[in-house]
């Protein structure tokens, strides 16, 4: 099974703009001929990309997030290399090689009784191959910024640190939905609840969860495990002022950050924006980079995986892989 699409710099030069004067983000980032090679490289970050939206479509939402990682390529590379945007301490390593798993999911018909469970299949060979990647990338001493695909790659993310640094981990979520879903079938609903049960996810928290739509069962599991389950309201920061969105943050940090944890980011979380579950409401785009900003310069941070972005959902296309370049310039300025 082939695991990883490794790029290099041939890979790569056709999605930048040169300019006279300017040298772009492409033009300075490292590549590597094999996962082993990680290790040679005095770069900390390491960009991967998981270009699918199998598990999108086995949770019923509307496909588009495997456009997300090209997007993403389109405008990163072409953001400025100077004395801010670090970019010799990134390493553009390639993306999981999703395309059997697209090809055998296009065949897979809507009307099919057991679709659902058919894509789920699919994301279950996803998740091996996610696991797998990141387990070495943090085994060799990295820190994973993981970009595209459905939520559904939370579970390979955290299993992948986990078995890594041989024990389970933490995770902070900011996302409108727990994705917390029932044991069923694999989707992008339910990636933290099969982590949690697998015994890969210790502590999790929810940053701005929406009450419109967590059901009345995710609450109650939520209750059950209060010791290890925690959140806070999008509601009771952005106008019920209950709490400030640093106060938002300060709860999570408490929570989680005292053991190695994960940043997970959903795009659905913020207004308007590009993804498989765009909403009216959420945050703004500068809370969102406040999150990465704040979390990924924690000694004990991990990972950070931004997802369920779909560029062709949204208002302004372009819009999506703009905001997934400013999360991950904000990431890597902190080293």
Known sequence: MSLLKIYSENSISHFIKKRAGETKFGEKTNFVENLDSLKDSDAKHVLLGIPEDIGVRANYGNPGTSKAWEATLGSLLNIQHNAFTNTENVILLGEIDCDKQLEQAQKISKEEIHSAEMLGELVTQID???SEVVKVIIEMGK???IIGGGHNNSY???KGTSQALKNPINCINFDAHTDFRSLEHRHSGNGFSYAFEDGFLDKYFIVGLHRN???EKVFASIEKNSDRIKFNLFEDIA???RISFLEALKEAEDFCTEQDFGIE???DAIVNMGSSAISPSGFNVTQARNFVFHFAKNINARYLHVCEGAPRAGLFPNQVGKTISYLVSDAISNS
């Open 156 to 158: 390979g993310n955290l």
């Open 128 to 130: 091996h191959k996610v």
């Open 239 to 241: 106008f019920q002022k």
């Open 213 to 215: 739509y967590t059901s």
């Open 143 to 145: 820190f994973p910024i």
């Open 265 to 267: 980011l959903d795009l």
